[in-house]
């Protein structure tokens, strides 16, 4: 389901790439995010808790509550060489680290994909902003015509339900 939302989001270049479900070490996690929102980062430390407390890995895709559509997608990285760079999840993965969590199951992007859109960087270099920045700030050397932003028309949660509605036999995984 995931990633047909992808392709719907993106037909290219996702309707060609294949999509996993793959343990990585956050070590070798990028992002094209340089600086993130403190509160998101605090909202994602409250998700890893509940998984936590929960005694179960973060970040299974997770129904929140019993109503179909509601869910948590799980981070979703693109290959790229050695790296894998985020695409979705940047806070939820800030979280795990900052946790000293090491390794995560995450859902992995490949095929033949364009390079990242900008400068990438590892999760550790991410700084952090208590207030919204504009995108010469939150990335760099950004190519605006290249970048495929996840939270235009509500991300790719949103794009998953949409996914579910049109298919509703299925399941979001």
Request: proline share 9%; net charge neutral.
């Amino acid at each position: 389901m995931v990633a047909a939302a992808l392709a719907a989001m993106w037909p290219t270049p996702y309707a060609d790439a294949s999509l996993a479900w793959e343990a990585v070490r956050l070590a070798d996690v990028r992002s094209i995010v340089h600086v993130a929102r403190r509160q998101r980062l605090s909202s994602a430390e409250r998700l890893l808790g509940l998984y936590q407390a929960a005694r179960m890995a973060p970040y299974l895709p997770l129904s929140v509550t019993d109503e179909p559509g509601s869910f948590v997608v799980p981070p979703v990285v693109e290959v790229h060489g050695e790296h894998f760079v985020l695409i979705d999840g940047v806070h939820r993965l800030m979280a795990a680290h900052r946790t000293g969590i090491r390794q995560v199951r995450l859902l992995v992007v490949s095929g033949p994909l364009p390079e990242p859109p900008g400068d990438i960087c590892a999760l550790p270099d991410i700084g952090l902003s208590s207030e919204h920045r504009p995108p010469g700030v939150m990335f760099r050397n950004l190519r605006e015509n290249e970048f495929r932003r996840v939270g235009d028309a509500g991300g790719l949660e949103a794009a998953v339900r949409r996914e579910l509605k049109r298919r509703p036999d299925e399941s979001a995984e």
